[in-house]
């Protein structure tokens, strides 16, 4: 019995935005306001990415 996961492209990316604004929050809540904000700009892109391959499928 073989277990196989299969992720699209847009599943792996939806996962790596969670990570983004996770980690921008936890960022955050240390008081690092510019490392967050840069975070936050990170997160923006990746829905942007996001966006570009559900439009381009």
């Known amino acids: 019995m073989e277990l196989k ?3 699209g492209k ?3 990316l939806e996962f790596l935005f969670i ?6 929050t ?3 809540s240390f008081g690092n306001i ?3 904000a840069a975070f936050g700009l990170l997160a923006i892109l990746a ?3 996001i966006f570009i391959l559900i439009a381009k499928d």
Do not use: Q, R, S, T
């Not at 990570?19 to 921008?24: D, E, F, N």
């Open 47 to 49: 829905i942007g990415v």
């Open 5 to 7: 996961l299969d992720f």
């Open 10 to 12: 847009e599943k792996v």
């Open 19 to 24: 990570i983004i604004v996770a980690l921008a």
């Open 34 to 36: 510019l490392l967050a």
């Open 26 to 28: 936890i960022i955050a």
